[in-house]
């Protein structure tokens, strides 16, 4: 139903109000922002990598951490935790333990056994810390 003045003029029936396009623009960069920010804190798949060239095709390679040897086709975790692989004419060896930035008052603890860390209070050994991590 329309409303009618005593002018004779129509009256509109009140519209809801609808946020300038800006607002959504403005929306839309910050949800692209914080994407990106999130996507830069994912740590990269291949980890930090080294190659080992030896140029010409080998049956063996020898492990420069551990020094002991490994048939091609193998993969294995050495003593620092870096998983290797041997390959017919080169051996690649790739990080997995991250380096840790511990906040103040708190110290990380690598375990090599199992490949995995902890960063703790300095002061009281069973509360844990917050911490930052990256691949070297």
């Not at 300038?20 to 910050?30: A, F, I, Q």
């Not at 994407?35 to 080992?52: D, E, K, M, T, Y």
């Not at 095709?57 to 002991?68: A, F, M, R, W």
């Not at 930035?101 to 902890?118: K, L, P």
Request: glycine share 6%.
């Amino acid at each position: 139903m329309v409303a009618v003045e005593q002018t004779g003029q129509e009256i509109k029936p009140a519209s809801r109000k609808r946020r300038p396009t800006g607002h959504r623009t403005s929306v839309l960069k910050r949800s692209v922002s914080v994407g990106l920010v999130l996507f830069a804190l994912i740590p990269p798949n291949s980890a930090r990598c080294w190659l080992q060239d030896f140029g010409k095709e080998v049956t063996d390679c020898q492990d420069i951490v551990d020094k002991t040897w490994h048939t091609m086709g193998s993969f294995w975790i050495n003593s620092r935790c870096d998983k290797c692989t041997c390959k017919t004419d080169l051996m690649e060896c790739c990080q997995r333990m991250p380096r840790v930035h511990a906040s103040e008052g708190c110290i990380v603890e690598y375990d090599y056994d199992t490949c995995t860390f902890q960063v703790i209070q300095m002061s009281g050994r069973a509360i844990p810390c917050s911490y930052g991590a990256s691949l070297k």
